[in-house]
């Protein structure tokens, strides 16, 4: 569980770092308004904290289920968002990250959700 916290906390890093240093990179001048940037910075510092929130309950994951389950909850909500974005938001040729992320999303998923009875078992063992 312990890595795939980390690795959970490493994709919010890098999602934070995109929206909050690279999103003039990845978007025209035109299609990013002050509002899409308002909106990329707060998500860019909400994905800060999650990563912080990751790592620092990749030491102790038994100590720390409501990291756990807000790691869950995110995982989830990012797999609808990505494939609400691939199904019907974005062109074909826009999908790329979107569909990358979907890959990762889902397979953290499964993978905390396929660890979780283990670190509940050890908790209360």
Same mark, same amino acid.
């Given at each position: 569980?312990?890595?795939?916290?980390?690795?959970?906390?490493?994709?919010? =890093?890098?999602?934070?770092?995109?929206?909050?240093?690279?999103?003039?990179?990845?978007?025209?001048? !035109?299609?990013?308004?002050?509002?899409?940037?308002?909106?990329?910075?707060?998500?860019?510092?909400?994905?800060?904290?999650?990563?912080?929130? =990751?790592?620092?309950?990749?030491?102790?994951?038994?100590?720390? #289920?409501? !990291?756990?389950?807000?790691?869950?909850?995110?995982?989830? #909500?990012? !797999?609808?968002?990505?494939?609400?974005?691939?199904?019907?938001?974005?062109?074909?040729?826009?999908?790329?990250?979107?569909?990358?992320?979907?890959?990762?999303?889902?397979?953290?998923?499964?993978?905390?959700?396929?660890?979780?009875?283990?670190?509940?078992?050890?908790?209360?063992?």
């Amino acid at each position: 569980m312990s890595v795939l916290l980390r690795i959970a906390a490493a994709v919010s =890093f890098a999602w934070a770092l995109v929206l909050l240093a690279f999103k003039e990179a990845l978007f025209s001048p !035109t299609a990013l308004t002050p509002l899409g940037r308002a909106f990329a910075n707060g998500l860019g510092v909400g994905q800060l904290v999650f990563a912080y929130l =990751f790592w620092y309950a990749s030491g102790a994951p038994a100590a720390n #289920r409501g !990291t756990l389950y807000a790691a869950m909850m995110l995982m989830a #909500r990012r !797999t609808a968002n990505d494939l609400y974005q691939l199904l019907v938001l974005l062109p074909p040729d826009q999908a790329l990250i979107s569909l990358a992320d979907l890959v990762v999303s889902v397979a953290l998923l499964v993978g905390i959700l396929e660890a979780l009875p283990r670190v509940i078992g050890s908790k209360s063992a």
